[in-house]
């Protein structure tokens, strides 16, 4: 992919994101590396698994190489959810929580922006995906 489209699509990204949740829009971008999902199951879980798309702070966001996030509205939606962990990071978010719950939290925010980006960008959430349908663990670390 051109780097200039690339940009194109994290800036568009990055204001949906700030309307949707508030966080502002940064001035530097993460990196995005799209990559076969047996390699990004590996990085991240040290063995095959469901991950399809992951920020790590050190590497920038990683994406299943089939997830057309230039030009479909869900593959966008993915990149946007990892996005969002990038601004959280970036913003300290649910600091004051303990782990567990900063996980939850996390992720309840990065699938209600993927949601609502759905649902602007096409007109319906996500599919069976949605995120007060998720399961969330139980936190024992109060």
């Known amino acids: 992919m051109r780097t200039d489209s690339l940009?194109?699509?994290?800036?568009?990204?990055?204001?949906?994101?700030?309307?949707?949740?508030?966080?502002?829009?940064?001035?530097?971008?993460?990196?995005?590396?799209?990559?076969?999902?047996?390699?990004?199951?590996?990085i991240v879980c040290g063995r095959p698994c469901n991950v399809r798309a992951v920020y790590l702070k050190d590497r920038g966001v990683l994406i299943d190489e089939t997830i057309e996030f230039q030009r479909d509205a869900f593959g966008q939606s993915v990149l946007a959810h990892e996005l969002v962990h990038y601004l959280q990071d970036k913003n300290g978010a649910f600091s004051d929580m303990t782990p567990c719950k900063r996980q939850s939290a996390l992720e309840h925010e990065a699938y209600w922006v993927q949601d609502e980006y759905m649902r602007q960008a096409t007109g319906n959430g996500l599919i069976a995906m949605h995120y007060s349908n998720r399961l969330w663990p139980r936190c024992f670390d109060e």
């Open 7 to 42: 940009e194109q699509i994290l800036t568009t990204l990055f204001l949906v994101i700030e309307s949707i949740a508030g966080y502002p829009v940064p001035d530097a971008h993460p990196s995005v590396e799209a990559m076969p999902q047996t390699e990004i199951a590996d």
